[in-house]
Nanobody, 114 residues
Framework: VQLQASGGGLVQPGGSLRLSCAASGNIFSLNYMGWYRQAPGKQRELAATISRSGSTSYADSVKGRFTISRDNAKNTVYLQMNSLKPEDTAVYYC?????????WGRGTQVTVSS
């Protein structure tokens, strides 16, 4: 299974971005899909996850600002990011679980700066 993330970029504080991550390859039934992020000098941390049925979970730091969603027919997960802050600057990685395996995308850079 391969994951391709897109949608990152440079945005001013208070702005919005929408990330997409499309899965391809030997897909049977993706279970949880999620977005993680890693800021410079920090460990990778969870931003949001979503189950196949649509149950969501968010890190406290993004609650109320980020929304995760997915399209099971397209094997794609999205992250709508609003009210972005400089501390949201990081490389964002998507991942997906299938059976006992976890797959990772290569990451997309999000920079929040004026």
């Amino acid at each position: 299974v391969q994951l391709q993330a897109s949608g990152g970029g440079l945005v001013q504080p208070g702005g919005s971005l929408r990330l997409s991550c499309a899965a391809s390859g030997n897909i049977f039934s993706l279970n949880y899909m999620g977005w993680y992020r890693q800021a410079p000098g920090k460990q990778r941390e969870l931003a949001a996850t979503i189950s196949r049925s649509g149950s969501t979970s968010y890190a406290d730091s993004v609650k109320g600002r980020f929304t995760i969603s997915r399209d099971n027919a397209k094997n794609t997960v999205y992250l709508q990011m609003n009210s972005l802050k400089p501390e949201d600057t990081a490389v964002y990685y998507c991942n997906a679980d299938q059976f006992l395996d976890t797959y990772w995308g290569r990451g997309t850079q999000v920079t929040v700066s004026s």
